[in-house]
């Protein structure tokens, strides 16, 4: 089984040497492929003398757009994608292939409660894996880790739906869950990050309503916008209800809710088939 490992790096000059030579004395017969996305310091050149094939990005294109490239140039049956930064322990690959091995199609290291970069953070991604779970109904325990196994021709299935930015892992995820591909975790330690973050919260978290409602219409569009005409068709009744009783009358407000609901429970139907369509086996 040949193996490649892709680190998408962008100014990682402090810990890419160290994490590959790592990589290189526990898998020598790996194929180490570094993506360098328009780093301004040596992290490109550090890579190359620490043995490993490097391809440019001319400018920063995003950390989704970093793996893609990654998985179209890789020559393994299974590519390991992680961090360059030294938060992922190398030693933990080998608990992922053996997952690999016994028929699982994804192998995500789940970090474990003291491994999120901040409160903030662990708080949204443990949301994140609740609705995740509801719209897949197994039960996903790190949705956003960066640290995976995948086989590779199922990976580039999805290469299409995956975004440049940092939100390749939980796409990558549903997409595998709505194909039917088996997706397993293991427990991993994340160790404190070297250098600076490239996520900004401020920046980032006004895309987190985005990314919550991708994940639902990505999966299974009917489980978002069913509750939400559901909700619009009960208070169309109790506002019916109301008005009905107090003034003898059925008001505008209760036609707008009623036809709103129809509406939305339409779309979610139509979002369905597109859905379906998106997923079709293209074999």
Known sequence: ML??????????????????????????????????DGSSD??????????????????????????????????????????????????????????????????????????????????ANKFYNRLASWMTGHKVEDLTSGFRAVRADKFREFLYLLPNGFSYPTTSTMAFFRAGYSVAYTPIHAAKRVGKSHIRLLRDGSRFLLIIFKIGTLFSPLKVFAPVALLMFMLASVWYGYTLYNFGRFTNMSALLYSGSVMVFLMGLISEQITALMYRDKD
């Open 3 to 36: 193996l490649t490992i892709v680190l998408p790096a962008k100014n990682e000059s402090g810990a890419i040497g160290r994490t590959l030579m790592r990589l290189r004395d526990l898998l020598p017969q790996a194929e180490l492929l570094v993506v360098n």
């Open 42 to 123: 040596g992290t490109a050149e550090i890579a190359r003398e620490a043995g490993a094939q490097v391809i440019n990005h001319p400018y920063s294109k995003g950390n989704g757009a970093a793996i893609k490239t990654g998985a179209r140039a890789a020559r393994g049956d299974v590519i390991i994608f992680m961090d360059a930064d030294g938060q992922h322990d190398p030693a933990d690959i080998s608990v992922m292939l053996a997952l690999i091995e016994q028929g699982h199609d994804m192998a995500v290291g789940a970090r474990q409660e003291g491994s999120q970069a901040s409160l903030v953070r662990g708080l």
